[in-house]
């Protein structure tokens, strides 16, 4: 076939033009750009080289019949009039893909069978022979698309997706398709006079392969063995040979490339991914990758600046976001710090995660992630800043540390007198008492634990973080404590029990004393540290009403309140948790303060359930403390809770165990929380918050509230 045949290269939306230039540097005629794709005209042997040499196309498509088609009939007549024998041996194999839009045919799976069936119809009266359908590899893959009644049956050339190089072994998640990458990398403008790339985040190695075989001028199809014309009856097997005898003789000759690349990864499992694939693509030795975070990375090439690639997680879900929000600043800092004078092209599909990198880009595109509509942003990274500029922050930062060290200062005067009256050795010395500086502090004895609140939105991270390591840096001196006994966490927005969940594996534990008491708190390795340092006070007053009482502990986490109203001569406990880690140190909790006694009963179970449970039971509790989340989905709860929405519901469950001249203590953290009117005209209902608050979280009163509710007599 040497005449001129119109053909069509599909390609990612976005990429269009360079899709056009990269089919017209190839040597097809009349190229022009289309939706999501290019129209080109050439020879048989121009279609081949273009499914070989194309870094952008995702398939090509030879055209074999345009035609009307409004029924499913229509379809199949017009189908049945092309001669199949001579595209198909009569023991081949084929495959149908259909695309539809806003035509008379609506079903695409539909479509595609009747095009198989009259292809398969007409071998079976001539020949009573038929061909059978393989969808992997098929003699021949056609492609079938109908828009508004006007089809178009093509032979795929392809025979699978073009982005399939060959070379990828193994995935991570959510990889990037290597047409994409090649075409982020051309965007970029890769290769540069420098042949330097680095990647910060490599996953499974995609844009270091792709750009070191855009370097080496390796043909991006040289390692697939399938095409979709190999088994087509029509296929130039000579063209073909030719146009592989001549991949491989450029790739020989550009070889010797001095190219630099490398590819960081933090998660172990992508630099193994990442090694394979550069491995498979046979360019081992011009490709390092080594496990690195983003705080880890540096220029690795002696200061010859060059491309730095980086394609870092959108985040689908806020909490996703918001986490992320850390790294893309993180990210900037790198940049600014080990990567002088380079270029920079970060791709993402989140936009509002761009405005953490704290840099303006010079140039955008916009490209489509399969269905998801990203941006490349360019950015060129400036020198280092001069000595005055550096002086000015320098002046800044210090003026930064002054002001909460002199806050600081000022709190543990008043605090620490009031602490060593009153034996405290756990409590609250700041909580963000300047908004600038949004983090609580908390003294456990000779450890601070600090937790950093979720910065608003408004509120850039990177100026965030920087007043964090600011109250940090001043931390050991103010208070007179090791840099490494100064715990930092970050506290952002949680829900349920997801406050509890643990954050690290340190399994560090330490014992503390309060109100005569031992506890044991973690400070490392959960959010929370095992002790609710605002209900001290909380309690105290459950202590001194539990004499003689039986005791019921609600969501009652590590037990510290049963721990008090043991102390306090309750002539019984129940203490009721769903989670088997804080209800074993609850246990701890009182085998530390000597209450070993078989009054003292310890229930796993799901709160809410177990009092529908026991609402028909004898059981009947004088003293009952009810202190639920704010909202919890738990997958051990059978039900989602909101304290909001199902407080007075909870309220009467455990009113249902109640003596009826007992107390319930109800309290809860939401700060904006409202009780029920019903619960206050019902029963008598005194709300004690500002007794329950104590001295170090009076800079904050709404860090809980709390009702006394008992049945009117």
């Given at each position: 076939?040497?005449?001129?045949?119109?053909?069509?290269?599909?390609?990612?939306?976005?990429?269009?033009?360079?899709?056009?230039?990269?089919?017209?540097?190839?040597?097809?005629?009349?190229?022009?750009?289309?939706?999501?794709?290019?129209?080109?005209?050439?020879?048989?042997?121009?279609?081949?080289?273009?499914?070989?040499?194309?870094?952008?196309?995702?398939?090509?498509?030879?055209?074999?019949?345009?035609f009307e088609a409004t029924t499913e009939d229509e379809l199949y007549k017009q189908v049945q009039s092309i001669n199949w024998s001579l595209h198909l041996p009569m023991d081949g194999?084929?495959?149908?893909?259909?695309?539809?839009?806003?035509?008379?045919?609506?079903?695409?799976?539909?479509?595609?069978?009747?095009?198989?069936?009259?292809?398969?119809?007409?071998?079976?009266?001539?020949?009573?022979?038929?061909?059978?359908?393989?969808?992997?590899?098929?003699?021949?893959?056609?492609?079938?698309?109908?828009?508004?009644?006007?089809?178009?049956?093509?032979?795929?050339?392809?025979?699978?997706?073009?982005?399939?190089?060959?070379?990828?072994?193994?995935?991570?998640?959510?990889?990037?398709?290597?047409?994409?990458?090649?075409?982020?990398?051309?965007?970029?403008?890769?290769?540069?006079?420098?042949?330097?790339?680095?990647?910060?985040?490599?996953?499974?190695?995609?844009?270091?392969?792709?750009?070191?075989?855009?370097?080496?001028?390796?043909?991006?199809?040289?390692?697939?063995?399938?095409?979709?014309?190999?088994?087509?009856?029509?296929?130039?097997?000579?063209?073909?040979?030719?146009?592989?005898?001549?991949?491989?003789?450029?790739?020989?000759?550009?070889?010797?490339?001095?190219?630099?690349?490398?590819?960081?990864?933090?998660?172990?499992?992508?630099?193994?991914?990442?090694?394979?694939?550069?491995?498979?693509?046979?360019?081992?030795?011009?490709?390092?990758?080594?496990?690195?975070?983003?705080?880890?990375?540096?220029?690795?090439?002696?200061?010859?600046?060059?491309?730095?690639?980086?394609?870092?997680?959108?985040?689908?879900?806020?909490?996703?976001?918001?986490?992320?929000?850390?790294?893309?600043?993180?990210?900037?800092?790198?940049?600014?710090?080990?990567?002088?004078?380079?270029?920079?092209?970060?791709?993402?599909?989140?936009?509002?995660?761009?405005?953490?990198?704290?840099?303006?880009?010079?140039?955008?595109?916009?490209?489509?992630?399969?269905?998801?509509?990203?941006?490349?942003?360019?950015?060129?990274?400036?020198?280092?800043?001069?000595?005055?500029?550096?002086?000015?922050?320098?002046?800044?930062?210090?003026?930064?540390?002054?002001?909460?060290?002199?806050?600081?200062?000022?709190?543990?005067?008043?605090?620490?007198?009031?602490?060593?009256?009153?034996?405290?050795?756990?409590?609250?010395?700041?909580?963000?008492?300047?908004?600038?500086?949004?983090?609580?502090?908390?003294?456990?004895?000779?450890?601070?634990?600090?937790?950093?609140?979720?910065?608003?939105?408004s509120i850039d991270i990177r100026k965030a973080r920087q007043r964090l390591d600011h109250l940090v840096a001043v931390i050991p001196e103010v208070l007179g404590v090791e840099r490494?006994?100064?715990?930092?966490?970050?506290?952002?927005?949680?829900?349920?029990?997801?406050?509890?969940?643990?954050?690290?594996?340190?399994?560090?534990?330490?014992?503390?004393?309060?109100g005569g008491l031992k506890f044991i708190v973690n400070l490392r390795d959960y959010l929370d540290t095992g002790l609710f340092l605002d209900h001290r006070d909380t309690r105290e007053?459950?202590?001194?009403?539990?004499?003689?009482?039986?005791?019921?502990?609600?969501?009652?986490?590590?037990?510290?309140?049963?721990?008090?109203?043991?102390?306090?001569?309750?002539?019984?406990?129940?203490?009721?948790?769903?989670?088997?880690?804080?209800?074993?140190?609850?246990?701890?909790?009182?085998?530390?303060?000597?209450?070993?006694?078989?009054?003292?009963?310890?229930?796993?179970?799901?709160?809410?359930?177990?009092?529908?449970?026991?609402?028909?039971?004898?059981?009947?509790?004088?003293?009952?403390?009810?202190?639920?989340?704010?909202?919890?989905?738990?997958?051990?709860?059978?039900?989602?809770?909101?304290?909001?929405?199902?407080?007075?519901?909870?309220?009467?469950?455990?009113?249902?165990?109640?003596?009826?001249?007992?107390?319930?203590?109800?309290?809860?953290?939401?700060?904006?929380?409202?009780?029920?009117?019903?619960?206050?005209?019902?029963?008598?209902?005194?709300?004690?918050?500002?007794?329950?608050?104590?001295?170090?979280?009076?800079?904050?009163?709404?860090?809980?509230?709390?009702?006394?509710?008992?049945?009117?007599?």
């Amino acid at each position: 076939m040497t005449t001129l045949q119109k053909y069509f290269a599909s390609c990612p939306k976005g990429v269009e033009d360079l899709l056009q230039k990269e089919i017209q540097q190839l040597g097809a005629s009349n190229v022009s750009a289309a939706f999501s794709g290019v129209n080109f005209e050439g020879d048989l042997k121009t279609a081949y080289k273009v499914c070989l040499w194309s870094r952008i196309a995702s398939r090509v498509l030879l055209p074999l019949k345009e035609f009307e088609a409004t029924t499913e009939d229509e379809l199949y007549k017009q189908v049945q009039s092309i001669n199949w024998s001579l595209h198909l041996p009569m023991d081949g194999t084929l495959a149908v893909n259909c695309f539809i839009n806003d035509s008379n045919i609506s079903n695409s799976h539909y479509a595609a069978l009747k095009v198989k069936d009259a292809i398969v119809d007409q071998f079976r009266e001539l020949y009573e022979e038929r061909p059978s359908v393989d969808r992997d590899r098929p003699n021949i893959r056609l492609n079938l698309h109908i828009n508004k009644n006007q089809a178009i049956l093509s032979l795929d050339l392809s025979g699978e997706a073009l982005h399939k190089r060959g070379y990828r072994m193994t995935n991570v998640a959510a990889p990037l398709k290597e047409n994409l990458a090649a075409a982020i990398l051309m965007r970029s403008g890769w290769p540069n006079d420098k042949l330097t790339l680095v990647d910060l985040m490599c996953g499974s190695g995609t844009f270091l392969t792709e750009a070191a075989m855009m370097a080496l001028h390796i043909a991006p199809g040289l390692r697939r063995d399938y095409f979709g014309f190999l088994g087509w009856k029509k296929h130039d097997a000579e063209s073909w040979k030719s146009l592989l005898k001549e991949a491989h003789a450029i790739k020989e000759n550009h070889s010797n490339q001095n190219l630099n690349i490398k590819g960081y990864d933090a998660a172990i499992s992508s630099v193994k991914a990442a090694k394979q694939n550069v491995h498979a693509a046979g360019l081992q030795d011009v490709i390092d990758v080594e496990q690195r975070s983003v705080e880890e990375c540096s220029d690795p090439v002696d200061s010859r600046p060059g491309l730095l690639v980086v394609n870092p997680p959108y985040g689908e879900r806020l909490g996703d976001v918001r986490e992320l929000a850390y790294l893309y600043s993180d990210l900037a800092d790198c940049w600014k710090n080990h990567f002088s004078d380079w270029s920079v092209a970060l791709f993402t599909g989140n936009l509002d995660l761009v405005k953490h990198i704290g840099l303006r880009a010079h140039k955008t595109n916009t490209l489509l992630n399969g269905a998801i509509k990203c941006k490349l942003f360019h950015y060129k990274i400036r020198p280092a800043q001069s000595a005055e500029v550096m002086q000015a922050i320098e002046q800044r930062d210090t003026e930064s540390r002054t002001m909460i060290a002199n806050r600081l200062k000022k709190n543990l005067k008043h605090l620490k007198r009031w602490a060593n009256r009153n034996g405290i050795e756990c409590y609250r010395v700041y909580d963000a008492d300047l908004p600038e500086f949004s983090a609580a502090v908390d003294i456990y004895d000779d450890w601070v634990h600090v937790q950093e609140y979720q910065a608003p939105s408004s509120i850039d991270i990177r100026k965030a973080r920087q007043r964090l390591d600011h109250l940090v840096a001043v931390i050991p001196e103010v208070l007179g404590v090791e840099r490494e006994k100064v715990v930092v966490k970050t506290r952002r927005q949680q829900k349920g029990l997801a406050q509890y969940e643990k954050q690290a594996s340190v399994g560090y534990q330490q014992t503390v004393n309060e109100g005569g008491l031992k506890f044991i708190v973690n400070l490392r390795d959960y959010l929370d540290t095992g002790l609710f340092l605002d209900h001290r006070d909380t309690r105290e007053k459950v202590r001194e009403w539990s004499k003689g009482k039986r005791f019921l502990n609600l969501f009652a986490y590590t037990g510290s309140v049963s721990v008090y109203a043991a102390a306090g001569g309750a002539v019984s406990t129940t203490t009721v948790d769903m989670s088997n880690t804080y209800l074993n140190w609850a246990k701890q909790n009182f085998e530390l303060n000597g209450f070993t006694q078989s009054i003292h009963q310890f229930v796993k179970a799901d709160c809410i359930q177990w009092l529908k449970t026991q609402q028909e039971s004898a059981a009947r509790y004088d003293l009952i403390f009810l202190d639920p989340p704010t909202f919890s989905n738990s997958k051990t709860m059978e039900t989602v809770f909101d304290v909001q929405k199902d407080h007075v519901d909870l309220i009467k469950l455990a009113l249902g165990l109640l003596d009826n001249k007992g107390t319930l203590v109800f309290s809860n953290n939401f700060r904006k929380f409202k009780l029920d009117p019903w619960v206050t005209r019902t029963y008598d209902v005194e709300e004690i918050s500002k007794h329950t608050i104590p001295e170090d979280f009076k800079r904050n009163q709404k860090i809980h509230r709390c009702w006394i509710i008992k049945f009117r007599q």
